[in-house]
C-alpha cells in the first residue's frame, strides 16, 4: 500500500549559524533531505564557521513569540524540534507558545555548549529549560555533560548510568528521552532510547572522521521530521540515527572551511 500521509510540515525553533553547519541550516538540510516541508523561529544569529563561534546576537523574546505565532497562526505544524534558546526570556517565550498551540510533537535538543566550547545557552536558563520545556516534549534529546547539567549530577560514564539518568529526566515530565553516548569512552556510540515502557539501545559505530559539526542538530530534526512519517517514535529515533551516520561516512565529500567541517545533508543525492 502507498503511503498516503501528507507531506509533513516540521518548525525548527533554533539558533542560525552563518557558517551552514549546525543551527536551523542545518535543521532545514534535515527536514528536506527526509521529505519535509521546513518552517524556523530564529532565536539567536551566531557569526560561526568551522572553528567556532565568535559573536552571538540574541532578539528579543517578544520577536521570538511574533515568529511563533506567525508560523502557528498560518501553517498546520505536524512536529516541532527545538535547539538552541540563548536565555530564560526565550525558553519561557517558547514554553508559553508551545503551550497555546498544543503541537503533537516537540523534540527538544538541550543545546548548552557548542563543539568550540562556546556558551549556547545562559547557565541560569538551564533551570527554565527543566521546568519549562522537558514537561512538553515528545523527546529530549541530551549528550551526557547535557543530560548531567539538567539533573545537576555527574555525567553519565557507562549504559547502565545513561539509562538511569534517562529514568530521571522521564520522572521531570519528559515524554521519551535519547540519552547520546557520543561521549562514552567506548570504541562505539550508543544511544539508549528511554520510554516509560522501557529502554532501547540503538547501537552504531563512531566514524572516525572530524567532520561532525552539527551532529546534534541533524539528528534531532531528523527524528522531528520523520516521527511523523513512521509508525513508533523508535522507528523514527532508529531510521533518524541511521540517516546521520550516513551523513558523517560522506562528509568528506564535502569542502568546507579549515576546522570541523559540517556533515553531508544530501549525500544521498549529490
Known amino acids: 500500500m502507498p503511503d498516503t500521509r501528507p507531506i509533513p510540515n516540521v518548525l525548527t525553533i533554533a539558533g542560525s549559524d552563518s557558517g551552514g553547519g549546525a543551527g536551523i541550516q542545518a535543521d532545514l538540510k534535515a527536514f528536506s533531505a527526509l521529505g519535509a516541508y521546513g518552517a524556523s523561529v530564529i532565536t539567536a ?13 540574541t532578539p528579543d523574546a517578544a520577536f521570538v513569540t511574533a515568529q511563533l505565532d506567525a508560523v502557528f497562526d498560518d501553517i498546520r505544524i505536524d512536529a516541532v524540534k527545538i535547539g538552541m534558546l540563548a536565555n530564560a526570556d526565550i525558553v519561557r517565550a517558547v514554553a508559553d507558545a508551545l503551550r497555546r498551540h498544543r503541537p503533537q510533537h516537540v523534540v527538544l ?13 545562559a547557565p541560569e536558563a538551564v533551570a527554565a529549560l527543566r ?6 516534549a ?19 560514564a557507562d549504559e547502565d548510568a545513561m539509562v538511569r539518568q534517562g529514568e530521571a529526566l522521564l520522572a ?22 528511554v520510554e516509560a515502557s522501557g529502554a532501547l539501545r540503538l547501537g552504531g559505530a563512531r566514524v572516525p ?3 561532525t559539526h552539527g551532529t546534534g542538530c541533524t539528528l534531532s530534526s ?22 546521520l551516520t550516513g551523513a558523517i561516512e560522506q562528509s568528506a565529500r564535502l569542502d568546507v572551511g ?11 543525492w549529490w
Do not use: C
Open 222 to 243: 531528523a527524528i522531528a521530521a520523520l516521527i511523523p512519517q513512521t509508525d513508533s517514535l523508535a522507528d523514527a529515533t532508529a531510521e533518524a540515527k541511521r540517516y
Open 172 to 193: 521531570l515530565g519528559a515524554r521519551a528521552v535519547l540519552m547520546k553516548g557520543g561521549h562514552l569512552a567506548s570504541a562505539d556510540s550508543p544511544d539508549w532510547l
Open 131 to 136: 521546568d519549562e520545556l522537558l514537561p512538553l
Open 45 to 57: 544569529l551566531t557569526a560561526q564557521n568551522t572553528r567556532g563561534v565568535t559573536a552571538i546576537h
Open 258 to 268: 579549515h576546522g570541523v567541517g559540517p556533515v553531508h545533508h544530501f549525500f544521498r
Open 109 to 121: 535538543d538541550t543545546v548548552m555548549i557548542s563543539k568550540s566550547n562556546h556558551a549556547l545557552l
Open 138 to 156: 515528545t523527546l529530549v534529546t541530551p549528550n551526557l555533560p547535557e543530560a548531567a547539567a539538567l539533573l545537576n549530577t555527574n555525567s553519565a
Open 209 to 211: 572522521l572530524k567532520n
